[in-house]
């Protein structure tokens, strides 16, 4: 997993690409052979269609790209872009997925893969403890690729559950329950909560049998269960009462309920019962 105190330019960012490529490959598929009225489908996300999830990720990964290559540019444009579109009451995650999915798919598509291909060129080659500058706080090459892997995975269930496709799990999803591990903080904060100064120990079942932890051995708080569902649920794709995930203690269950392993408004979520 993507360390703070581990240079980026080490084997770590290394693997990193190589899971993003993947995750990134697995959703190319479920969507490639698609014909115009797949990408028409509408997704659990409201007002989104197939075409919309790939379009946010290309859009994404375009201003990614420009971060990791030009942080410069990137502050500049990203100010004039986004001022612009608020100034004119306009959302700019909302305006880049409407803009994207009015393409035409086989333009879009090509357009993902290649912006995917130009971003992990460009933090490839993000200096050793550099920061670059986002839409939240900065953060380094290897913060970056893991939140594009979770964004990837997470955007790729809104698809798969469009399309009614079930994905295996894989270990990359280690990826994502770390950032939902490492984000609890903000997850209270974002609801108008103190951050818990408890820790929580969690223990997930990893998908090839093994176990993934984080937390003190001895936290009172505790978590457990799948790390399919912990990953379902930090990326609010299921609702918390149709997962298998135990919470032990004050902090951890009032943790599951809101967590979140993505920046900004935690939006609606599913509904319970929901497998959309």
Do not use: Y
Request: aromatic share 6%.
């Amino acid at each position: 997993m993507a360390d703070p105190n581990v240079p980026e330019g080490s084997p770590v960012l290394v693997a990193l690409l190589a899971d993003l490529r993947a995750e990134s490959a697995v959703l190319d598929r479920l969507v490639a052979g698609l014909e115009p009225g797949g990408w028409a489908l509408e997704t659990p996300a409201p007002g989104w269609t197939v075409a919309h999830q790939i379009a946010h990720l290309a859009w994404t990964d375009d201003w990614s790209e420009l971060a990791a290559r030009d942080p410069e540019a990137f502050v500049a444009e990203s100010g004039r872009v986004f001022g612009a579109l608020s100034a004119a009451g306009a959302d700019p995650v909302e305006d880049g997925a409407a803009r994207g999915a009015a393409e035409p798919p086989a333009a879009l598509l090509a357009r993902w893969r290649s912006g995917r291909e130009r971003l992990a060129a460009a933090l490839a080659a993000v200096p050793a403890d550099a920061r670059l500058p986002w839409l939240g706080p900065p953060m380094k090459a290897a913060s970056m690729a893991t939140a594009r892997l979770m964004e990837t995975w997470a955007h790729g269930q809104d698809v798969a559950d469009a399309l009614g496709v079930r994905r295996e799990p894989t270990a990359r999803l280690r990826h994502v329950a770390h950032l939902g591990v490492r984000t609890m903080g903000f997850a209270f904060t974002v609801h108008g909560r103190p951050a818990p100064q408890a820790p929580v120990r969690v223990e997930l079942a990893a998908p090839d049998g093994g176990s993934w932890t984080w937390g003190p051995a001895d936290a009172a708080d505790r978590v457990a269960g799948p790390a399919l569902d912990f990953c379902l649920l930090v990326t609010r794709r299921r609702h918390r009462d149709d997962l298998a995930l135990t919470a032990t203690g004050e902090v951890a269950t009032a943790w599951l309920p809101i967590a979140q392993a993505f920046a900004g408004p935690p939006g609606a979520g599913r509904e319970a019962g929901s497998s959309l």
